[in-house]
């Protein structure tokens, strides 16, 4: 609150009158902010969903990072958000191996080094590179890594099922 945009890196938009917009505030803290609008365009709400340098529950660390790529973050015409944080790996309780993590709203829906239920056994591999999106449905697509060897690590999946594996035969 008071701060101001220094940069806007990125918007994402739903038919509903709402935007999430993700950049950096004059305090030189990357965020995403939820804004609701009415009819006009005039500024209703605003929800800030995650700013740098904030330790979110659960995590060990203060976020770090925050990705403001079109494909890394998603909102639907419910309102239900996508999102992804990065945490301070450089800190004490900070490791490299479960510092990346997705959120739906504000709980966290995957977290690198977690075991995935698609492909059953495998572990989430490093999300900094994953892709998402979110349906109106509120069901989910998700393009990232798994643990396992780099000729076959990638999957897509749609919420618990696998769509396609790397080494998959293409039907």
């Not at 079109?70 to 479960?98: C, E």
Request: net charge negative; glycine share 10%.
């Amino acid at each position: 609150p008071g701060s101001f945009w220094e940069t806007i890196a990125e918007v994402w938009a739903n038919g509903s009158n709402q935007i999430m917009v993700g950049g950096r505030t004059d305090g030189a803290k990357d965020c995403i902010v939820k804004i609701t609008l009415d009819a006009s365009g005039a500024i209703m709400t605003e929800e800030v969903l995650v700013i740098e340098g904030v330790t979110l529950a659960g995590h060990p660390t203060p976020i770090q990072g925050l990705s403001l790529s079109r494909y890394r973050n998603s909102i639907n015409n419910s309102g239900n958000t996508l999102w992804f944080v990065d945490d301070d790996h450089t800190v004490a309780g900070g490791s490299t191996a479960n510092d990346s993590w997705v959120y739906r709203d504000n709980m966290p829906l995957w977290r690198e080094g977690d075991p995935m239920t698609v492909p059953m056994g495998s572990i989430y591999g490093t999300l900094s590179s994953c892709e998402l999106n979110l349906n109106n449905n509120g069901d989910y697509v998700f393009q990232g890594a798994t643990n396992a060897s780099f000729s076959n690590d990638v999957v897509l999946v749609n919420d618990t099922d696998l769509i396609a594996a790397e080494g998959d035969l293409v039907n």
